[in-house]
């Protein structure tokens, strides 16, 4: 395993540095995909959201009738 050099010179025996510019040059890539694939888990917890606040009315209807 090659000995990495951070910007200022500095030892990066895990070359974290290096990871971490390959993630932020593959983050607008990720947002792409997460864009075009739909709502997905957001669109379920949207859905629990609304059946759990249906759920609460209609307990709070029947012990107020």
């Known amino acids: 395993m090659a000995n990495t050099q951070g910007p200022q010179g500095n030892h990066d025996p895990a070359g974290s540095t290096q990871m971490f510019r390959a993630f932020v040059d593959e983050e607008p890539q990720g947002r792409q995909a997460a864009a075009t694939t739909g709502g997905g888990p957001r669109i379920g917890l949207i859905v629990?959201?609304?059946?759990?606040?249906?759920?609460?009315?209609?307990?709070?209807w029947l012990a107020l009738k």
């Open 48 to 60: 629990g959201i609304v059946v759990a606040v249906a759920v609460v009315a209609a307990v709070a």
